[in-house]
Antibody
Framework: EVQLVESGGGLVQPGGSLRLSCAAS????????MSWVRQAPGKGLEWVSM???????YYADSVRGRFTISRDNSINTLYLQMNSLRADDTAVYYC?????????WGPGTLVTVSS | EIVLTQSPGTLSLSPGERATLSCRAS???????LAWYQQKPGHTPRLFIY???SRATGIPDRFSGSGSGADFTLTISRLEPEDSAVYYC?????????FGQGTKVEIK
């Protein structure tokens, strides 16, 4: 059974950093494109970043230069390092599998940026 | 960036009625690389349609997707109470991958 479980969210002050993790089971992350998608409270979905290989990473303009996506194949886990966090980064962050439609999603982890 | 505009914002219909949701792109979406997702309150989004018209695993056949170029449609042929949700379109033709703002379907 395919499962994705995010962790690492929490309350952080503006300018701070967090690292989100997405542990995958039931499939091998290195064989798939993997993304982070976020949803601010009461708002719609916003794609954040996608990873396929170290030379094939993509970012939304809103996070480029502040967020870094990576993967550890040995533990089948996707990461999102988030630096210089701002209030408008407050959202539930989901990891999702796929390139041609996101076919599996994790339950999400909440990131709150506030002083 | 391809901007997706969904309409209407909210659709309020009775069980058994037909729902038609629109997704218009600011430029052509090549290869019909467009998906539709359903999200219920407090739940994770679920892939319903990919490649504009292919149903994802387990999706009932009362849901259908159509369209090409810059105009796409999600049709729910006979609404059921459990179809109450927000539906998002998403293009995956060009980075950044973008979502529409969503259409809320309410069942009277």
């Amino acid at each position: 059974e395919v499962q994705l479980v995010e962790s690492g969210g929490g309350l952080v002050q503006p300018g701070g950093s967090l690292r989100l993790s997405c542990a995958a089971s039931g499939f091998t992350v290195s064989n798939y494109y993997m993304s982070w998608v976020r949803q601010a409270p009461g708002k719609g979905l916003e794609w954040v970043s996608m990873f396929y290989s170290t030379t094939s990473t993509y970012y939304a303009d809103s996070v480029r230069g502040r967020f870094t996506i990576s993967r550890d194949n040995s533990i089948n886990t996707l990461y999102l390092q988030m630096n210089s966090l701002r209030a408008d980064d407050t959202a539930v962050y989901y990891c999702a599998r796929g390139r041609f439609g996101f076919d599996f999603w994790g339950p999400g982890t909440l990131v709150t940026v506030s002083s | 960036e391809i901007v997706l505009t969904q309409s209407p914002g909210t659709l309020s219909l009775s069980p058994g009625e037909r729902a038609t949701l629109s997704c218009r792109a600011s430029q052509s979406v090549s290869y019909n690389y467009l998906a539709w997702y359903q999200q219920k309150p407090g739940h994770t989004p679920r892939l319903f349609i990919y490649d504009a018209s292919s149903r994802a695993t387990g999706i009932p056949d009362r849901f259908s997707g159509s369209g090409s170029g810059a105009d796409f449609t999600l049709t729910i042929s006979r609404l059921e109470p459990e179809d109450s949700a927000v539906y998002y379109c998403q293009q995956y033709n060009t980075s950044p991958w973008t979502f529409g703002q969503g259409t809320k379907v309410e069942i009277k």
